[in-house]
């Protein structure tokens, strides 16, 4: 008998029936593209699917009552996207860059010897979040001392334990990212708001304010996302200690497992797009100004496209999961999130011989006729050495 998956598909039926899921958020519905072939052929046309309206309202839960800052380039289309991310795509390439992976090595080395040494350790609060936050200072070429502070805001920048859309902690953030601001004025030097601040888009330097706009979305975007790749990873070794044997006998398959780990996790289920005049999706009608939403957690489990799409097949060949987005707006962070993932895993694998979960809460979100496990809010475990 088969055991039921870590991480189940809650669009199964829905993706093969109707190709579309249907919710509501906050009175601002929202029509979910499932399959993998339309959520693509929807994300390649931003001229009827806009990024760049109200400021919150692609994201979802939409954020449009708790902040009016926009969030660069992810809520812009070209061409005002593509001035930004031809700009920022050379800063967010410096994990290939020569210092930086010795770096994110010793960070994950220390991490899991700590993890080993000191017995059972909290997952999710205690080893991913300040990974995420160390490796976080790499990117942004800051002093590690920052990480503390980050750290202290918790998993996610806007939601907090009792509140799933917390404006007070938006305003932590952006008090934070001003201050940086005026000190890379003041003091300029290598890290990425004096360097920003010194770019040119469009034949003119960037102002504070979208330097922030950038700031913002790298914080935001690329926390809890992290968070739950590097704890769903975890979880995911220790209930198939065959896995990790595997990647030791083949450690040349770790990029590919990378790819495949993210394609079975999604860490971000879905993102939403604005309908800029009336419009289909999968032969249903979208009136303008309505949102669709990009489905990838959905997408990546798609039979047409990948086979046992259900199972985690740590070698797969053909792998075109949309897990980092697709087309333009494509994850800007997935290099570095890339590389911290594949040194995880041949860490993992040198200092770890097995992990036992000794506790262990779902984080189930809820999507109104989907509900669909994204990651754990609790994940105590016990590494045991080589
Ligand atoms: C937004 C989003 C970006 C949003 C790629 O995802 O991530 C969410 O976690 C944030 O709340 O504001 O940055």
Redesign the pocket.
Known sequence: MSTPPLFPDPFQQAREQRGLGEMDDQGDPVLMVLRHRDLRRSAHKYQDFSSEVEPGRI?VPS?INIRDMR?IP?ELDPPRHTAYRAVLEDWFRRPLGENYQPSLRQMIRDLIEQTISEGPREIVHDFALPLQSRALTLLLNVPLAEAATWISWGT?V?RSEDNPLDGNKATVLYDYIDAQIKQAMQQPGGDVYSVLLNTEVNGRRMTKEEVKGVLV?TF??G???VINAITNSIAYFAHQPKALEQLRQNPDIIPRAVEELVRYFSP?TQ?GRVATKDTQVCEHTVNANSRISLCWASANRDASVFENPDEVVLDRAMNPHVAFGFSHHK?LGATHTRTLMKILLEQLIKQVQSIKVIEANEKVEDWGEFQRKVGYDKLKVKMLPI
């Open positions: 994201v954020e969030q992810f996610h806007f979305l935001a975007g926390r809890d996302t971000l993102m994850c």
